[in-house]
């Protein structure tokens, strides 16, 4: 085992999500079986107690990989030392609450939580932003933290591309590992675009398989409304789904992604013509430790509109937090 235990950091320690990911963390899920893990856990006072009780149960699964656990409200306390960070915990949109409103209270946390990054986390953070609106939660803490490379901040788009993959293969009627060649573009939220362009099923063009209208109409609606499926069938949100996503992201970043492509939003580098700076999502494959955009892929009129559509999404966001003097303008 590795003598040096790796510090991780995960904001709403006490919610579902934290719940369903800590436990996996702590037993060699994301970093191998001979790694230890430190764990730093951030809530807000009204969520202190729970973070606490899952502290306790942490403590009774005696992890052997599990070097210690601690709880702050302090984000400068939290993020200390830390080189992963799952930014979990967000401020959902009430009953009456505006965009603007929603924008500037996760400003409010995201701001904060990225300057806390840049001045107390390690050289070689990398952080995924899980609570919503993501993307652009990620773009207010990139933005926040200026002496952190802007490509170690990204936003959870994986448990689209899951979805998106077990969708298909469960249509197609072939096991997941049959399925390939998968992007989600753009935005976590309704207008995200889960592209079967290049996609393939056992080998062969997944477009030449399926009825094109289901492919292209109501495939890309049912991933997109996946998560209120989950909400009407299960009675809360999807949880353990995006644990694992956000696991499988991290995990594949560190490590390498095997020879298949996944979707990861990132701060964009002009690449399909997606402007660059918004945190948008991309094929990508991770290579030395680094996401790269997967290049070179056609992208006919039909995406071409989907992705658009997203993206114009995504530059509202952009713009309304730079109006809020959440990020600079
Ligand atoms: P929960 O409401 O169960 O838990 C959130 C926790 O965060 C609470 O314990 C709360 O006290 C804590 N919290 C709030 N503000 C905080 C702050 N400033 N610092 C630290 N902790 C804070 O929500 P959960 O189901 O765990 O979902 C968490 C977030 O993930 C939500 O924003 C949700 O919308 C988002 N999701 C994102 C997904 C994605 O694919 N990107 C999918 C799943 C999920 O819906």
Redesign the pocket.
């Known amino acids: 085992m590795s003598a040096q235990p790796v510090t991780i950091t995960l ?2 320690a ?5 719940y369903a990911a800590l436990f996996r963390i702590a037993s060699g899920a994301l970093l191998g079986s001979q790694q230890s893990v430190r764990l730093r856990l ?3 006072p ?2 202190l107690q ?1 973070a606490e009780g899952v502290a306790l149960e942490l403590t009774d699964c005696a992890f052997p990989l599990l070097h210690s656990v601690d709880i702050f409200t302090d984000p400068n306390a939290a993020f200390e030392g830390a080189s992963v960070a799952f930014l ?5 949109r009430t009953a009456g609450m505006e965009r603007a409103d929603l924008l500037q209270a996760n400003g409010g ?1 995201f701001g904060p939580q990225g300057r806390a990054i840049n001045d107390h986390a390690d050289d070689n953070i990398r952080v995924i932003v ?3 609106p ?1 993307n652009t939660n990620a773009l207010i803490a990139q933005h926040n933290a200026p002496d952190v490379p802007p490509e170690r901040f990204t ?3 994986r ?2 591309h899951n979805r998106a993959i077990g969708i298909l293969a469960q249509e197609a009627r072939v096991h997941v590992s049959e399925i390939n060649g998968i992007t989600v573009w753009g935005n ?1 939220s309704a207008t995200q675009y889960p592209d079967l362009s290049h996609a393939t099923i056992s080998n062969a063009p997944a477009l030449d398989t399926l009825d094109p209208l289901w492919a292209r109409g109501e495939y890309i609606r049912r991933v997109a409304q996946r ?1 209120a499926e989950i909400i009407n069938t299960r009675g809360s ?3 353990a789904s ?1 644990a694992n ?1 956000a696991i499988d992201h991290m995990r594949d970043w560190i490590s390498g992604t095997p020879q298949r492509w996944t979707s990861v939003a990132l701060p964009s580098d002009g690449s399909y013509g997606i402007p660059e700076g918004i945190v948008s999502s991309f094929p990508a494959r991770s290579v030395d430790g680094s996401w790269k955009i997967v290049q070179g892929l056609t992208i006919d009129l039909f995406s071409r509109e989907r992705i658009e559509a997203s993206v114009n999404e995504l530059l509202e966001e952009h713009n309304a937090v730079k109006a809020l003097g959440l990020i600079p303008a």
């Open positions: 904001t709403g006490g919610g579902q999500i934290g951030l809530e807000v009204q969520g729970a979990v915990g967000a401020r959902p946390i899980v609570g919503n993501a936003a959870l788009t448990l689209d976590h998560g949100s999807s949880a995006a996503a």
